[in-house]
């Protein structure tokens, strides 16, 4: 699943190249992209006819169209890119992706978006912009989302403090989109690997310096992915041009299992997680003790 910096990428182009268009004509080629639209294609179509987007918007890994301004209770076209799901900037002459979901065609004639999505697993749905429980406004359905490490309201200690009340793992917390948000599997375990912290670590035994440090080092490995196009072990995962990025090659941790660890040369565990994978080194990041 694409995590904060993939969907920070998609927001960036979507910002660029629809911010301020109306869209004159929206295509439902598929019900399973509306399908969180429960008022069904027809509907989603006739709510974004004549609208313009005004604000391309994310919070962790959401990510969102405002339309006519983005005042509360006003519309919001929500995107779930799932596994596959690719937000394309195209040329209204460029042929049709083989699995194109959702066409909006712009009033000005120029680049369409379209929502490509070969597993069929993400999709867009129209939702009012709610007060949100972090702060701002969000699209209803991810309104309990928290602020994640790279926004410029995020509170360190806010989180800190959330995570440290969890009574649960420490990888799990940061999973735990309601605590921080925007941080992943893969992210997560670099994250740890930088901190020297093993997964498992119980919260309420997490001291706030190593919450601090933690989420201190998802912020820096995000920021580091961000600049770099994110992360990409899967030609789907792209930018609106199509594009992917390439920071799995810096990946110290995450899908490195058997390689040297490149902080002491140990060899990367994996261990199954939540029917996932975590990877970790044994040395840096040993298994607290029952």
């Excluded at 699943?1 to 439902?28: C, K």
């Excluded at 596994?83 to 209204?92: C, D, H, I, K």
């Excluded at 699209?139 to 926004?151: E, G, K, L, N, S």
Aim: proline letters at 7%.
């Amino acid at each position: 699943m694409p995590e904060l910096p993939e969907v920070e990428v998609v927001r960036r182009g979507l910002a660029d190249h629809v911010v301020d268009r109306t869209i004159a004509r929206v295509e439902v080629a598929h019900p399973r992209a509306v399908r969180r639209h429960l008022e069904g294609g027809g509907d989603f179509a006739a709510r974004l006819q004549g609208r313009t987007i005004t604000a391309a918007r994310r919070r962790g890994k959401y990510l969102w169209l405002e339309l006519d301004g983005g005042e509360p209770g006003s519309d919001a076209v929500l995107a779930h890119l799932g596994m596959s799901g690719q937000m394309l900037v195209a040329t209204p002459d460029r042929p049709d992706e083989k699995h194109l979901r959702i066409r909006l065609a712009f009033s000005d004639g120029g680049p369409e978006l379209r929502f490509v999505d070969q597993r069929t697993f993400g999709g867009l749905s129209v939702h009012p912009l709610v007060p949100a429980v972090g702060g701002g406004l969000l699209p209803a359905p991810v309104a309990h989302i928290a602020r994640d490490p790279m926004d410029p309201a995020f509170s360190l200690d806010d989180a800190v403090a959330a995570i440290r009340r969890r009574r649960t793992e420490l990888k799990r917390a940061l999973l735990d989109q309601t605590a921080v948000s925007g941080i992943g599997n893969i992210y997560a375990d670099e994250a740890l690997w930088r901190a020297k912290l093993h997964g498992a670590r119980p919260t309420e035994k997490l001291t706030r310096a190593q919450g601090r440090t933690v989420l201190t080092a998802a912020a820096e490995v995000m920021d580091e992915a961000l600049a770099q196009g994110g992360t990409s072990f899967d030609a789907l995962y792209v930018n609106v041009n199509g594009a992917s990025g390439y920071f799995d090659r810096s990946l110290a941790a995450y899908g490195q299992a058997d390689r040297p660890c490149p902080r002491c040369g140990t060899p990367i565990r994996r261990e199954s997680f939540m029917n996932r994978s975590s990877f970790s080194c044994p040395r840096c990041q040993p298994r607290p003790r029952r």
